[in-house]
């Protein structure tokens, strides 16, 4: 039954919204509206129609709609034509297609792979910096 949920695909309507966390056991098409956070273990696909602001992590990921958010993906991240990125991704392998837009910073191939700790560490980072703050403040 585990590779039953594996190679399901949760979809996300062109109709729908969702606020909060998603996740997906398999792999996920978000046709619809997101926002929020992504989680899947398997692929997430962004259709032309789809409009996220959320963070993604999942094995690929495919952006063909608008996505305002960072996507941390084990595997490929791609941006198809009419696509549109505003984040950061992580992946081992990126791919920008003719007419995507992307604004960010990526991280690639090892770096990626050491890249995932750190990119669990800016919350921590920032809590860091709030009580810095406080001292400055006084």
Do not use: C, H, W, Y
Request: zero cysteines; aromatic letters at 0%; charged letters at 20%.
């Amino acid at each position: 039954m585990p590779e039953t949920s594996a190679s399901e695909v949760t979809v996300v309507g062109q109709g729908a919204r969702i606020e909060g966390t998603l996740v997906s056991a398999g792999s996920l098409r978000i046709d619809g509206q997101v926002k929020g956070k992504v989680t899947a273990e398997g692929d997430v696909g962004l259709s032309a129609q789809s409009r996220v602001e959320a963070d993604i992590t999942a094995q690929n990921v495919t952006v063909g709609g608008q996505l305002r958010g960072n996507i941390v993906a084990k595997g490929k991240a791609e941006l198809v034509r009419g696509g549109r990125v505003e984040g950061n991704i992580t992946a081992r392998t990126l791919v920008i297609a003719e007419g995507a837009l992307f604004s960010g910073q990526s991280i690639m191939g090892e770096a990626a792979q050491q890249a995932k700790p750190a990119s669990a560490s800016p919350p921590k980072a920032e809590q860091a910096s709030e009580p810095a703050a406080e001292p400055a403040r006084a």
